[in-house]
């Protein structure tokens, strides 16, 4: 995650002065410290572990580290699990950063992870011995610097990392909107924070397509970063006095608490199809990730639930918001339903869409609103219901938000149309089955030609998922062209073949196959129609293709405008 923060120079503190401090982080920080406390003593006798504690909390350091080669002289190091364990590397760590830190806070036993062989870090470790245990502590003793073993470290990491900046330079943090679910992040982020600047609110993103300022994004190279990265990110940009925060929040950062101390206000949840499977064991693992953004247990600053009901997966969404006492606002495209925000009318054109909005909620009620966005696509309805909803939670009238809504532009790579003096081509991220159905259900009603698709799916990643999006494509679209998507380790050819399971031979003859992406681009230019509608699907907003651990510079927009430029359709 690229942040490249300007944050002020750091003069040495103690753990102990940040326990002290007179913050909103302070009590929770005390019990950190308790924890801290408990932990250590689990270990080792009473007395060792309270002289321990004494000696790292009042050791002065400078700043925290999750990656043992960025430490120098004086900085703290956090060892954290990782998700693929790997005892080896671990211990690798620990020694890397022993030579350069004050001290090390570890959420692995470290005892046992210097006594043990092979044996993950995620599982029970246990010493079998008591020589094992006796050399694993004559090994930890005789480390450079003191290692604290804190199994609960995620539940306060953000804290404590915050606590640390602003300790150094007070900053007043921009409140956050965060949005969890399979599609629809990047947009309904980027519309959020465009709807509050364009009402007067200074704000900045988070998420897969850039961080920053609006306007100014660094590219992302995860959705959510680590917490150490989240943090710095945040302070920056309450140093930059942002106002509003918007962020995409991944199950695989929630899982991770890597979004732990972030001040969300407002949480939305837009839809739930099969993703990250080859991460989590299954969809309700799935789903139980994305439901702890809805939990005050994780998030004391939330206020208001913003929850898609048209979703299968709602349900969980409402009932973690509604155990945790928070305001509860839904939104549906479906006139029929009873929802705080309903779309009762919609309107779309491959110009944009004209919405009939109904809302409810509060004292305040409006019948019908008529608003107007030049966003694409039947799905982008649901994700400006989402914004609105967002925007009228931090404070701003429907009145105000329906005035700036011509002036919203859609998320690059979302629904983006490269300009062509005939035919229609456009780029969009859909990676996913649920995702590609509802690009091409929302283009087939204005497509008075072919619709033509053009994907394929990742290396590395769940093949379960790979003939779902095959299937996804030749249901929505008239012609399909399956490609190279990012292939990563494996073998293009291999993918496709995983794609193919179970075509028909009538879907085969709808079906170019073409594993060079450039190609498959070029091919689909030269063969559509000037009434035929094009999806370059897949990639979106990235600007790389990764092929065997190497990031080759390929950007479908850019390689759409070179095809029809050389087929002279611009």
Known sequence: MTLSPSLPSLTAVTLQQLFDAKDSNSHKLQQALAAMIASAEQGSSAQSASNLIGSITDTPFNQFFLDSRQLVSKDVFILLKSHIPNCQKSRAYLFQAANNAAFILS???PLALLATANVPPHANLKLTTDNAKSIAQQQLTALPCPVL???????????????????????????????????????????VAQLTQLTGMSSGIMGTAGNGRLGALVQASHTTGDALAVQQFLYQMGVENTELLALEASSHGLDQQRLQGMPVSVAIFTNLSRDHLDYHADMTEYAAAKAK????AHFPDLTHAIINIDDD?????????????????????????????????IKPSLQGVEISLR????????????????????????NLLAAIAAAVAL???????????????GAVGRMQRVPSKDGCFIVDYAHTPDALSQVLASLKTHCKGQLWAVFGCGGDRDAGKRPLMAQAGLIGADKVVLTA????????????????????????????????????????????????????AGKGHETYQEINNVRYDFDDSVILHNALAQAGRV
């Open 107 to 109: 959420e692995i036993d």
């Open 149 to 191: 073993y804190v199994p609960n470290i995620r539940d306060f990491l953000g804290d404590l990392i915050q606590a640390r900046l602003q300790y150094q330079q007070p900053v007043t943090l921009p409140a956050v909107v965060a949005v969890t679910g399979t599609n629809g992040k990047t947009t309904i982020s980027q519309l």
């Open 293 to 296: 953004l809805f939990d005050k």
């Open 313 to 345: 997966y709602a349900q969980i969404m409402l009932d973690t918001a509604q155990a945790s006492n928070l305001t509860v606002w839904t939104y549906s495209l479906d006139s029929s339903k009873t929802a705080t925000f309903v779309a009762a009318d």
């Open 359 to 382: 809302t409810d909620f509060g004292d305040e009620k409006i019948n019908s609103l008529n608003v107007v966005s030049p966003l694409l696509g039947r799905f982008n309805v649901a």
């Open 395 to 409: 404070g701003i009238s429907l009145e105000r938000i329906a005035t700036v809504m011509p002036q919203l532009q």
């Open 485 to 536: 998507d990012n292939p990563r380790t494996e073998d293009p050819n291999m993918i496709l073949q995983d794609m193919q399971a179970g075509m028909s031979a009538e879907q085969y003859q709808r079906t170019h196959i073409e594993p060079a992406r450039q190609k498959a681009i070029e091919y689909a230019v030269s063969q559509a129609a000037i009434e035929d509608i094009v999806v370059i």
